[in-house]
């Protein structure tokens, strides 16, 4: 497949503060055909019995994919615009190794089909110049894919991170967090 129109200077932001625990990102990731009608994106209560707040959980698209290196059939693969896959399903055996590899647990068994699956950033829709559907339908801006000029006018406060700290080990994403100012990393306890 040819693609022509996907823009590197495009990019997905998150900012979780301001995620209001809305579900219309996974309405609209469940409606996109590529996906079974499954939602690759998921809302998390941070601590449902105190508190409202929520958290988007969405693939981070590693630079260097744990999930694609420890798969023993090569199901998982990164392209060369930094987008990591879901499993090949003619390659997927299902061992789940990905879900337990995937420091951010977003790789997700399906048992159904006995298959991995998970976030490729809707590559239907942005290898065409369009918009991921989970940013299309965000009401609270949770969720952005645009540039980092816009979002940083958006957000003046806020500053893009996409290193992430794991005890010793360092993963730099493609999806991006907005941080206040002067982060340039996310310590994960």
């Given amino acids: 497949m040819t693609v022509t129109k996907y823009d590197q200077q495009m990019g997905f932001f998150i900012d979780m503060q301001r995620c209001i625990g809305c579900?219309?990102?996974?309405?609209a990731c469940a409606e996109c055909e590529t996906n079974g009608q499954e939602s690759m994106i998921h809302i998390h209560y941070v601590e449902r019995a105190v508190s409202t707040q929520t958290t988007v959980q969405v693939c981070m698209h590693c630079e260097d994919p744990a999930c694609a290196n420890v798969c023993p059939a090569d199901a998982i693969t990164k392209?060369?615009?930094?987008?990591?896959h879901t499993?090949?399903?003619?390659?997927?055996?299902?061992c789940s190794n990905?879900?337990?590899?995937?420091?951010?647990?977003?790789?997700?068994?399906?048992?159904?089909?006995?298959?991995?699956?998970?976030?490729?950033?809707?590559?239907?829709?942005?290898s065409a110049g369009k918009k991921p559907m989970c940013?299309?339908?965000?009401?609270?801006g949770a969720l952005f894919f645009g540039t980092r000029e816009e979002i940083e006018l958006k957000r003046p406060?806020?500053?893009?991170?996409?290193?992430?700290?794991?005890?010793?080990?360092?993963?730099?994403?493609?999806?991006?967090?907005?941080?206040?100012?002067?982060?340039n990393y996310l310590k994960v306890h």
């Fill in 23 to 27: 579900h219309a990102c996974e309405m």
């Fill in 98 to 126: 990905c879900v337990l590899a995937c420091p951010f647990g977003v790789p997700q068994k399906q048992e159904k089909a006995e298959l991995m699956m998970k976030c490729n950033m809707c590559y239907d829709r942005t």
């Fill in 157 to 183: 406060d806020s500053v893009p991170v996409d290193t992430f700290i794991f005890g010793n080990q360092e993963v730099k994403t493609k999806v991006k967090i907005m941080m206040p100012k002067g982060s």
């Fill in 135 to 140: 940013a299309t339908v965000c009401p609270s």
């Fill in 79 to 84: 392209d060369e615009f930094g987008v990591v």
């Fill in 87 to 94: 499993a090949e399903t003619s390659r997927c055996i299902g």
